[in-house]
């Protein structure tokens, strides 16, 4: 079993629940501790302790955190989740990787969101509140503090905004559907507020606002845009800003969070060696300085995501029994398949 001086330092991960990929991805460089309140949160079990805190509104739930850090000697406290970002961003006394408190608030509020943007200059779609006519339709009506694509409603005209307003029973907000393609671009960001990388992808398929099948893309023009907002917002950490480049308006950002997007896959199988997220995280919380590598990346290949579970036994510990193989197969096509059959490419290096 792993130990705490086999690792340079302790990352300790809120809200894990089944982001087993992020989990695992940092116990590979970090003595990983996992805090979630579910007993069958599968991501903890990728951690090397797992520990169920206090729920989040409750007031001894950053002193629980504080315990943790000085226990295990935290250098970095990460949430997965978007429901304890903002209460991290207040506690200071909490190593985490969080932008500021008030940034973290407007980005919690869809609508705060828009108006943050068009304050800093960055781009968005035409968005108003009900009651306030939209320009022109079809629009989105969603919560202005929605996650998951949950309550999301596309509406042809007026009637059908306003009834779709009023049926979402929290507050909403109405904005442009947006036409052409539809991207995610995942940053990372240091302490100081310094983009360190952006990675752009396809979003080609969505299931509950996460996206499961991409590709990452050499897009200099969303590279830019990812840095651009990051630094502007002053993110510390992860985040992901979703994108439409409409053939109208051009670029418009639908979304921002701050904090690791679903498609985590993505920017680690496009990082360079020794460059993944989880890794450079580790180093900063190691006492690390690490330069700026925007753009620096592998592009060209595809993503696609599947699920995956865990046997635990009647105390709740993992079997290690598994029904997968390890790996996946070598591609076979058949004489009769209909698909092309493409060439095997070596995705290539941007930057």
């Not at 406290?77 to 408190?101: Q, S």
């Not at 952006?198 to 099948?213: N, Y």
């Not at 996946?328 to 209909?338: C, G, H, I, L, M």
């Amino acid at each position: 079993m792993a130990e705490r001086a086999d690792f340079p330092t302790t990352v300790l991960l809120t809200g894990v629940g089944k982001r087993y990929d992020i989990v695992s991805a940092f116990a590979r460089h970090a003595f990983t501790v996992a805090v979630d309140p579910n007993p069958l949160a599968p991501a903890q079990y990728a951690a090397h302790v797992r520990v169920a805190p206090p729920r989040i509104d409750d007031p001894g739930y950053v002193g629980f955190l504080e315990g943790l850090v000085g226990e295990y000697g935290v250098g970095a406290v990460v949430p997965l989740t978007d429901l304890d970002i903002h209460v991290l961003a207040a506690a200071r006394e909490l190593p985490a990787f969080v932008p500021p408190a008030e940034i973290c608030a407007a980005m919690f509020d869809k609508y705060r969101t828009h108006e943050t943007l068009l304050a800093l200059g960055l781009p968005s779609p035409p968005t108003v509140l009900p009651g306030t006519e939209p320009e022109r339709y079809p629009v989105i009506v969603k919560p202005r503090q929605g996650s998951g694509a949950r309550s999301i409603h596309h509406a042809n005209d007026a009637e059908q905004a306003a009834f779709f307003a009023a049926y979402v029973a929290e507050p909403v907000m109405v904005q442009r559907a947006m036409g052409g393609d539809e991207f995610s671009i995942d940053v990372l960001s240091d302490l100081d507020g310094r983009c360190l990388n952006a990675i752009p992808r396809s979003m080609l398929e969505s299931r509950g606002g996460e996206s499961i099948k991409g590709q990452v893309l050499d897009d200099r023009e969303l590279v830019e845009l990812g840095r651009g907002v990051a630094e502007a917002l002053g993110f510390r950490g992860p985040s992901t800003i979703q994108v439409f480049r409409d053939p109208e308006i051009g670029l418009a950002i639908t979304d921002v969070n701050p904090r690791f997007g679903g498609a985590f896959p993505a920017p680690m199988y496009a990082a360079l060696p020794g460059r993944t997220y989880p890794e450079l995280i580790v180093r900063m919380a190691a006492g690390e300085r690490v330069e700026p590598h925007v753009g620096a990346y592998r592009s060209g290949h595809y993503f696609t995501r599947f699920y995956e579970q865990l046997e635990l036994d009647a105390a709740l510990c993992p079997t290690g029994r598994s029904m997968l193989q390890a790996g996946a197969q070598p591609v076979t096509y058949s004489s009769r398949d209909s698909r092309s059959q493409p060439s095997p490419v070596e995705p290539k290096r941007t930057g």
